[in-house]
């Protein structure tokens, strides 16, 4: 991944000939390779145009460092997800005029009314993934489903981990923005789909890792039907009772050659609710 600064009009993660427009599959919308459209074009030169500015630091190692110093001290502590979130610049994921607050443990608008996760909130998801058993064993996150792509800034972050990312957003304009924002590192272990990861994406199942990005009432049985065994589900769930949204964990298990799904409940989060459909 390189952190060039806009100089001489490249920078990250700009790559036009990887951009993916999106064709119909099935129900969901499943992204290819083909030969960028004119409106991912113009997008990509107002994203090169929004640039940050130079100057900020933004650009620099320490900025992120300094933010992984403030993270371990609030109580992250798994080295690996620490250096995924040193290492991806998450200024170049957020509109020019927030970029200077990138490395705030704070979320910020994405647009259409999302939020681009705290990064505090993306490590403690990432260490509980880390936590389940088949993540222990192997030292990585194996081949991920993420619901919700936003802005991608959490894919990248998970592409640092896993062997492969599947990350599905339902809304047209931020899956565009995130094929655009990922163009480095598409192709290699990030896959872009265009749908609703309510359905979980059955092609590619199972999964050893899910993680959403969105919260609705309960685990939908998509993701518990495409998750291996051995795997483990993190997300945001209404709280029981009805009273906010709290983490949930889900592993699964094999007992006797059977699948169970043990479920334990953590914090309270606070998570753009999990829609259906597409947009
Ligand atoms: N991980 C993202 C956070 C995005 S916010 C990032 O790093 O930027 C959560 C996202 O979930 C929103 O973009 C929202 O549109 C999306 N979302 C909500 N319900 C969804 C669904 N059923 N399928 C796919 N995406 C969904």
């Not at 483990?232 to 209404?238: I, K, N």
Request: aromatic share 4%; net charge positive; hydrophobic share 40%.
């Amino acid at each position: 991944m390189s952190e060039g600064a806009p100089k001489g009009g490249k920078r990250f993660p700009l790559s036009l000939d990887k951009a993916l427009p999106a064709t119909r599959q099935g129900g969901a919308v499943r992204g290819e390779v083909l030969r960028p459209q004119r409106h991912l074009q113009l997008a990509a030169e107002d994203a090169a145009r929004q640039a940050a500015p130079s100057g900020l630091g933004l650009d620099s190692a320490g900025v992120r460092q300094r933010m992984v110093q403030r993270l371990k001290q609030e109580g992250l502590s798994d080295e690996r997800v620490l250096q995924a979130l040193a290492h991806v610049p998450r200024h170049q994921f957020v509109d020019t005029a927030l970029a200077i607050q990138a490395y705030e443990d704070t979320s910020l608008p994405i647009g259409h009314g999302q939020t681009i996760s705290k990064p505090s909130v993306v490590g403690r998801m990432l260490e509980l993934l880390f936590a389940g058993a088949g993540a222990r064993e192997r030292g990585e996150l194996g081949r991920v489903l993420e619901i919700g792509t936003g802005c991608g800034y959490q894919a990248a972050v998970l592409a640092e981990l896993s062997r492969q990312v599947v990350s599905i957003e339902r809304l047209k304009p931020l899956h565009d923005k995130a094929v655009l924002n990922l163009a480095a590192l598409r192709g290699h272990r990030i896959r872009l789909l265009y749908g609703d990861g309510k359905l979980g994406h059955a092609p590619q199942a199972p999964y050893d890792s899910i993680v959403a990005a969105a919260g609705g009432e309960d685990v939908p049985g998509a993701w518990l039907a495409q998750l291996a065994p051995g795997g483990r589900l993190v997300a945001p769930m209404a709280a029981p009772g009805g009273r906010g949204q709290v983490l949930v964990v889900v592993d699964h298990v094999l007992i006797g050659g059977h699948s169970q799904f043990l479920r334990s409940t953590q914090e309270a989060v606070q998570f753009v609710p999990l829609k259906s459909g597409v947009m």
